[in-house]
């Protein structure tokens, strides 16, 4: 007969795997939003081509599933409650931005879930302050360079075909935003996956199941599949946001936002010593900003984007808040 312990860590792999499939869903506006709303491809295939390119990503590397698994918090205070409580205050918030088209962070929302389960068990001593803080730096600095490298990709470009036919600039672009949009998927999934990751090896190492953080296989193919099928799932709120509601997309708009965004996700999750868990919403937000500037300050709609400042400032107080609570929950209904 399995045991209570046994029982509760397959809970803690199928919250996990829930909330890879949220976030493939919640996020997949990022990597298509732009393609799909300058018409470069068709929703159907913009969803097949992401969700391939998600699971491919998602097998791609490790490096990001140790951060989340080894910087949060110390692993001697990490129980099946903890994680429980961490995943289930993700998993809400995702579900809400989702419901109220808001593109905010799955990142966000996962490690403030996971610093305040790990905080109300054990106290502020058991968060791993430097590693937050180093985590919490790259979610803020990351969408500040979307921006900045929107800008400057997209200023590059308008000199550049200053003097050619629009028309027929847009039309060559569209055909190269197949290759932006699935370079950001790939990115996409090559960073957002492995939180899940880290969270289930994290689990199976305090469980004494693994001899050290390193992650499985069965834990990335797990994800991946999660991580793609929710992908597949689609997610037409945030897209309508991210796609229509910044800034009025061209496929020349579309592709700078797109190589922008990728260049960053791809530099926080491959570079030797940083492997930084970044938001894809935050980077593809700030890229479109930074795009729209380069056109003129009032091309973008920035009531929109306030709108998702706000979010992106509550995301991890308001999950810590949650996991705090659902914790102290779970606590109590298993006493």
Known sequence: ???????????????????????????????????????????????????????????????????????????????????????????????????????????????????????????????????????????????????????LIMSVLYKVFAYSSPARVNFAFQKMQFFTAGLLAFNHGSNDAQKSMGIITLSLFAAGMLPSIEVPFWVKLACAIAMAAGTAGGGWRIIRTMGDKIFKLEPINGFAADLSSSLIIWSATALPGL??????????????????????????????????????????????IVGALSYLVISFLMR
């Not at 930084?276 to 919403?281: A, C, E, I, N, Y």
């Not at 380069?294 to 308001?318: D, E, F, N």
Request: aromatic letters at 8%.
């Open 1 to 151: 007969m399995l045991s209570s312990s046994v029982i509760l860590l397959g809970f803690i792999v199928i919250l996990a795997l829930v909330f890879d499939y949220i976030n493939g869903f919640h996020d997949t506006a990022n990597a298509i939003a732009t393609s799909v709303s300058t018409r470069a491809l068709t929703p159907k295939k913009a969803i097949i081509m992401t969700a391939i390119l998600n699971f491919v990503g998602a097998m791609y590397s490790t490096g990001v599933a140790k951060t989340i698994a080894k910087d949060i918090v110390i692993t001697s205070v990490v129980t099946s409650e903890v994680m429980i409580a961490a995943l289930i205050s993700a998993i809400l918030w995702n579900l809400l931005t989702w419901y109220v088209g808001i593109p905010s962070s799955s990142s966000h929302a996962v490690i403030g879930g996971i610093i305040g389960a790990g905080a109300c068990k054990a106290g502020f001593g058991a968060l791993q302050f430097g590693g937050i803080s180093k985590i919490i730096i790259g979610l803020l600095v990351s969408p500040v360079c979307g921006i900045a490298l929107g800008f």
């Open 275 to 320: 492997h930084l868990p970044v938001s894809t919403t935050h980077v593809a937000s700030g890229s479109i900003i930074g795009v729209g500037m380069a056109k003129r300050i009032k091309a973008v709609r920035w009531g929109t984007a306030q709108q998702m400042l706000i979010a992106w400032v509550l995301t991890i107080p308001s999950c810590s």
